[in-house]
């Protein structure tokens, strides 16, 4: 039963990221790429968590609460994501992308964002052991998880509203944010998105730990911590920000950690200009 739920979720995720691709050749805007993602981690994230280990099986109490945080996570940052998109905004990771491929570019993002949708899986991986630890619920391990999950979807919200005030703002014009969470960390939208799948391990081995299959649940914020700050998060962003706005980057660079929060250098140039 769960290698069919399982190959039905990979399927699933394939076929959106398959939508996504097309949203993107219709429109020509790279923000649908994420915005679909988003919705689809979150769907078919509660869909695994939601699906019975037995064909006789009733969700429990924790499946439910981990499908509809999943739910809450996928609603907040793909809602986001959709308004910058139809503000106009495109993200400079994708035009570097189209550059670099050239006219290959439309075969090689179908297949970039097939690689995209395996990425989903795993994550969707961490959703399903949360909710199917077979521990008695409710245990100390969910307060702590739905706290640190909440806080997380709040965090990244505030930074993002944060950073969309600072932009409109005529007098923000070739400045660097800092302000707020911005002062703290260079990315303290990534830092929130990965502290949230922090969460899942957290309910799916329980506290004390009881259930050792939950340790599939690492996955989530391993796997996440690798993308945003090794892969395409931190680095493609950093790269655009210092060819687009050079020294003024380099100094807020200098001054403020890039992903877990802290306080700012203060020997160090206060620069500014500003971020996309």
């Known amino acids: 039963m769960i290698v069919l739920v399982l190959f039905a979720a990979a399927l699933a995720l ?10 993107q050749r219709r429109t020509g805007q790279s923000g649908w790429v994420d915005t679909i993602w988003s919705f689809a981690v979150g769907v078919v994230g509660a869909g695994l968590a939601l699906a019975p280990i037995h064909a006789s099986d009733w969700p429990t109490t924790r499946q439910s609460l981990v499908a509809a945080l999943a739910l809450l996570w996928s609603l ?18 994708y035009k570097a992308l189209a550059n670099e491929w050239g006219e290959d570019f ?48 709040a965090g990244e919200a505030v ?19 800092d302000v707020g969470l911005w002062g703290v960390c260079r990315h303290p939208n990534y830092f929130f998105e990965w502290l949230g799948w922090v969460a ?11 259930n050792a299959i939950g340790l599939i649940a690492l996955v989530g914020p391993i796997f996440m911590y690798w993308l945003l700050v090794h ?7 950093e790269a655009h920000m210092a060819r687009s706005r050079g020294e003024a980057f380099r100094a807020y660079q200098s001054r403020v950690n ?16 500003l971020r996309p």
């Open 231 to 237: 892969v395409s998060g931190v680095p493609p962003l």
């Open 76 to 93: 907040r940052l793909g809602l986001h994501i959709m308004g910058r998109t139809l503000r106009g905004g495109e993200d400079p990771r």
């Open 14 to 23: 394939a076929l959106f990221m398959a939508g996504a691709w097309l949203a």
């Open 258 to 273: 890039a992903f877990f929060p802290g306080p700012a250098r203060k020997n160090a140039p206060a620069s500014r200009g």
């Open 106 to 153: 439309p075969r090689r993002l179908f297949w970039f964002l097939q690689i995209q949708a395996a990425s989903a899986f795993l994550l969707t991986l961490s959703i399903c052991a949360a909710a199917q630890n077979p521990s008695r619920f409710p245990n100390p391990g969910d307060f702590l998880g739905v706290a640190i999950l909440a806080i997380a979807i």
């Open 200 to 210: 899942y391990p957290i309910i799916a081995v329980g506290l004390p730990p009881a």
């Open 159 to 177: 930074a993002d509203r944060q950073l969309r005030r600072f932009a409109a703002e005529p007098s923000s014009r070739g400045r660097v944010c």
